[in-house]
């Protein structure tokens, strides 16, 4: 499977929920701290092989710069070709890749007061997503109106991640550095159920698609843990084995159980959370920082995963991601 050369340290990775062989992917130069941010669109198709003697990969079938950092990106549920991106200077980009980048952004939505972090498509309505922000807010978007749908305050600290449930319309979870994760529906004003997540920063999380009643939550403290949310006093299963803070968070759509989890030790973890043995794979591909990972909806047991390496990777399930 491919392996891309990004333009500079990578974020986010998502697969297309459209096309199999499509791979949106955010960079940014130096770490986000200060300088230009990259959104790509990979074709897995055109570079199959890789480039001779395993090189990286060819160049991406659509490239955009912007002119901050870019710390996440998600596909449209709806149009096979919009996606969005969460920018340093606090604003959502909505992307058109069927169109060339003079006409991209087809839409700029400044709210946020504080670098945006976190996006997540409603993958059952389609047609709304949300931003997580460093100014402790999230907002509810529609990509046909110019203004956000709705604020949602409660966080005490920044809003790193925001998952939407993977069954009910109006549900989603959101990850802070306050040390919570919160459940929240859309027609309420507060959250609707808080819990103490972990004893330091919540960076990610994600909800099973096989149990709307689970969530998944990554933390600075090294952990992942699970939660029934029906019961949250105490976690169903912790999962150690990170040796630095755990960056994001993935269930799988293919298998109940399964989920992906990369760190800040520059490792990509496969885990079933049901089994004693949790820990099922553990992969060292990258040579820095692991910022973002994806499991295709399209491919069972397809991976991504991109890092401050500037690397991003496609792989099966079982199989070393740098066998290109």
Same mark, same amino acid.
């Given at each position: 499977?491919?392996?891309?050369?990004?333009?500079?340290?990578?974020?986010?990775?998502?697969?297309?929920?459209?096309?199999?062989?499509?791979?949106?992917?955010?960079?940014?130069?130096?770490?986000?701290?200060?300088?230009?941010?990259?959104?790509?669109?990979?074709?897995?198709?055109?570079?199959?092989?890789?480039?001779?003697?395993?090189?990286?990969?060819?160049?991406?079938?659509?490239?955009?710069?912007?002119?901050?950092?870019?710390?996440?990106?998600?596909?449209?549920?709806?149009?096979?070709?919009?996606?969005?991106?969460?920018?340093?200077?606090?604003?959502?980009?909505?992307?058109?890749?069927?169109?060339?980048?003079?006409?991209?952004?087809?839409?700029?939505?400044?709210?946020?007061?504080?670098?945006?972090?976190?996006?997540?498509?409603?993958?059952?309505?389609?047609?709304?997503?949300?931003?997580?922000?460093?100014?402790?807010?999230?907002?509810?978007?529609?990509?046909?109106?110019?203004?956000?749908?709705?604020?949602?305050?409660?966080?005490?600290?920044?809003?790193?991640?925001?998952? &939407?449930?993977?069954?009910?319309?109006?549900?989603? *979870?959101?990850? #802070?550095? !306050?040390?919570?994760? @919160? /459940? +929240? $529906? %859309? =027609?309420?004003?507060?959250?609707?159920?808080?819990?103490?997540?972990?004893?330091?920063?919540?960076?990610?999380?994600? &909800?099973?698609?096989?149990?709307?009643?689970?969530? *998944?939550?990554? #933390?600075? !403290?090294?952990?992942? @843990? /699970? +939660? $029934? %949310? =029906?019961?949250?006093?105490?976690?169903?299963?912790?999962?150690?084995?990170?040796?630095?803070?755990?960056?994001?968070?993935?269930?799988?759509?293919?298998?109940?159980?399964?989920?992906?989890?990369?760190?800040?030790?520059?490792?990509?973890?496969?885990?079933?959370?049901?089994?004693?043995?949790?820990?099922?794979?553990?992969?060292?591909?990258?040579?820095?920082?692991?910022?973002?990972?994806?499991?295709?909806?399209?491919?069972?047991?397809?991976?991504?995963?991109?890092?401050?390496?500037?690397?991003?990777?496609?792989?099966?399930?079982?199989?070393?991601?740098?066998?290109?």
């Amino acid at each position: 499977m491919p392996a891309f050369k990004a333009p500079a340290p990578g974020f986010s990775v998502r697969f297309s929920p459209f096309h199999e062989q499509r791979l949106l992917a955010a960079a940014s130069q130096h770490f986000g701290l200060v300088g230009n941010g990259h959104l790509l669109v990979l074709d897995l198709s055109a570079a199959a092989g890789g480039g001779p003697g395993g090189t990286p990969a060819p160049a991406p079938v659509f490239a955009f710069p912007t002119s901050d950092a870019l710390f996440d990106c998600a596909w449209s549920e709806s149009h096979e070709s919009l996606c969005a991106a969460a920018s340093g200077d606090g604003s959502v980009r909505l992307f058109d890749v069927a169109l060339p980048p003079a006409q991209n952004p087809v839409r700029l939505l400044r709210e946020h007061a504080r670098e945006v972090h976190g996006l997540d498509w409603n993958p059952v309505r389609r047609d709304a997503f949300l931003s997580a922000s460093w100014d402790d807010t999230l907002k509810l978007w529609s990509p046909d109106r110019p203004a956000s749908v709705r604020t949602f305050r409660g966080h005490e600290y920044c809003v790193y991640a925001a998952a &939407w449930s993977a069954r009910h319309p109006d549900v989603f *979870a959101s990850a #802070s550095g !306050d040390r919570t994760a @919160r /459940v +929240w $529906d %859309v =027609r309420e004003p507060a959250p609707t159920l808080v819990i103490p997540a972990h004893d330091h920063e919540v960076l990610s999380l994600d &909800w099973d698609k096989y149990d709307p009643s689970i969530l *998944a939550t990554g #933390s600075v !403290d090294k952990s992942i @843990r /699970v +939660w $029934d %949310v =029906r019961a949250p006093r105490a976690p169903l299963a912790q999962l150690a084995g990170h040796g630095y803070a755990v960056k994001r968070v993935k269930f799988s759509p293919h298998r109940q159980g399964m989920l992906m989890s990369c760190s800040y030790d520059m490792t990509v973890c496969m885990w079933d959370y049901r089994k004693e043995d949790a820990l099922l794979a553990r992969y060292g591909h990258h040579t820095e920082f692991v910022a973002g990972i994806d499991m295709s909806v399209l491919v069972e047991g397809l991976l991504a995963s991109t890092g401050w390496d500037e690397m991003i990777y496609v792989w099966p399930f079982g199989s070393d991601p740098r066998a290109m």
